[in-house]
């Protein structure tokens, strides 16, 4: 069974700061990996995805995403947060087979100071 | 994302009553998945459908839930006899084709919509 753990359930940091969203999934297989973003009251909009190739994968809004294999990671970057960012992430895993059939963690609620 | 139109966006039930949500996918897409998202809590995956077949409903209630998606016209879940627990953000997701990395579907993704908050009194 495939299984995603966020660490972290809420994170703050200092606008123009970096930011890392740790993620860790459990999978038999290579698999489809995914970062969402949701902001309050609305759905989730897609960061990035990965599934062969490059193991850092870059995607919208300047976040970047680096798997690691021997870690089973999938950790989200930003070198520096905008107060936008503000939302909450959802790290996802889904079976290449049905990527659509995903399993979300619970998810990593991103504080922005000013 | 906006392309993925929710309705109603907010529903309030008394217990035993019926929720209906509705899902219409972005034009051209043929695949629609439901999603349940409770309070502090990440999606959880309830129903896979294509035009007129459910595909996967592994993740749905065996009870009081059902959904479908006709031929024509959105997608429906269905709650019967809502309970407290039912209270959750059901959210509609749809893609082209099968969200697969293999074959056509290689770069498939899916579009959510905004979601229906369904609050049981």
């Known amino acids: 069974a495939q299984s995603v753990t966020q660490p972290d359930i809420h994170i703050t940091v200092s606008e123009g700061a970096s930011l890392e969203l740790r993620c860790n999934y459990s999978?038999?297989?290579?698999?489809?990996l995914f970062w969402y973003v949701q902001s309050p009251g609305q759905g989730l909009q897609l960061l990035l995805k990965?599934?062969?190739?490059?193991?850092l994968v870059q995607g919208i809004k300047g976040f970047e995403a680096e798997f690691k294999r021997s870690q089973s990671s999938f950790n989200l970057r930003k070198p520096s947060v905008h107060w936008s960012d503000a939302a909450e992430y959802f790290c996802?895993?889904?079976?290449?087979?049905?990527?659509?059939?995903?399993?979300f963690g619970d998810g990593t609620t991103l504080t922005v100071k000013p | 994302n906006a392309g993925v139109m929710q309705n109603p966006r907010h529903l309030v039930r008394r217990r035993g009553q019926e929720a209906r949500l509705r899902c219409s996918p972005m034009?051209?897409?043929?695949?629609v998945y439901w999603y349940r998202q409770l309070p502090e809590e990440g999606l959880k995956f309830m129903v896979y459908?294509?035009?007129?077949?459910?595909?996967?409903e592994s993740g749905m209630p065996k009870e009081r839930f059902s959904a479908e998606f006709p031929k024509e016209g959105p997608s429906i879940l269905r709650i019967q006899q809502v309970v407290r627990g039912d209270s959750a953000a059901y959210f509609c997701?749809?893609?082209?084709?099968?969200?697969?990395?293999?074959?056509?579907?290689?770069?498939?993704?899916?579009?959510f919509g905004e979601g229906s908050r369904l609050t049981v009194l």
């Open positions: 999978y038999g297989a290579t698999p489809y």
């Open positions: 459908l294509q035009k007129e077949n459910i595909i996967d």
């Open positions: 990965y599934f062969s190739g490059d193991t």
């Open positions: 034009k051209g897409h043929s695949h």
């Open positions: 996802a895993v889904g079976a290449p087979t049905n990527a659509g059939k995903s399993t």
């Open positions: 997701a749809s893609s082209p084709r099968v969200v697969s990395a293999s074959g056509r579907g290689r770069s498939g993704e899916l579009f």
